[in-house]
């Protein structure tokens, strides 16, 4: 009896050293799930969806226009949002209508095809310029999203990482969902981009 009892408990002492050596790392600094709350990236990511965030990469290289990303809302650091990057660091974002045109820092200007947008928000026009480490991020669903148009720039600290992986609905399970392959044409006017929930809000 007493050997099983030290086998038990040695086996108890191994599980409890793995749990602390490997998986607490991966969960607290490479990933981390998130179940989305909200409409505003419908028809990408719906109410519900189970996420699994790349926490690593932005160690590596710099977010690219088009990530989806989950990040702290910067007026309230304890919510999490998801978004897709639209304006990178020393661009100049500008929406007529509902149509996006980036000032990128060489000066030329791109209007931005953006085929994963739901709906347009027709009512909003504004310009946004962007300093070192801010990002202009806009949900998907354009009249039902709280973002950059409301809020501000967002900057880099606040990022958590990109979606990696949506495990559920199964149906839906993909790598990398709402991944886009960013598209521009050039114009010279401007005339005519445990679990936690991560709110679309």
Request: no cysteine.
């Amino acid at each position: 009896m007493p050997l099983r009892e030290n086998g038990l408990l040695k086996d108890l002492f191994i599980l409890a050293f793995l749990i602390v050596v490997i998986v607490v790392p991966v969960r607290t600094f490479v990933i981390s799930p998130f179940i989305v709350d909200g409409e505003s990236m419908h028809p990408t990511f719906e109410n519900l969806n189970y996420l699994i965030i790349d926490e690593i990469s932005y160690r590596f290289k710099e977010p690219e226009r088009g990530d989806v990303i989950v990040f702290r809302y910067p007026k309230n650091p304890s919510l999490f949002y998801i978004k897709r990057i639209v304006g990178l660091p020393g661009e100049t974002v500008s929406i007529r209508h509902g149509e996006v045109f980036v000032t990128k820092s060489g000066g030329d200007a791109v209007s931005l095809s953006e085929p994963y947008v739901t709906k347009e928000d027709a009512t909003y026009n504004g310009n946004s310029t962007l300093g070192k480490d801010e990002y202009f991020v806009m949900g998907d669903n354009r009249p039902n999203s709280s973002d950059s148009r409301t809020w501000g720039q967002l900057h880099k600290e606040n990022i958590v990482g990109r979606v990696f992986i949506r495990l559920l609905p199964i149906n839906d399970a993909e790598l990398f969902p709402g991944q886009t392959t960013f598209t521009s044409s050039s114009t010279s006017s401007l005339g005519k981009l445990h679990y936690q929930l991560v709110t679309t809000s």
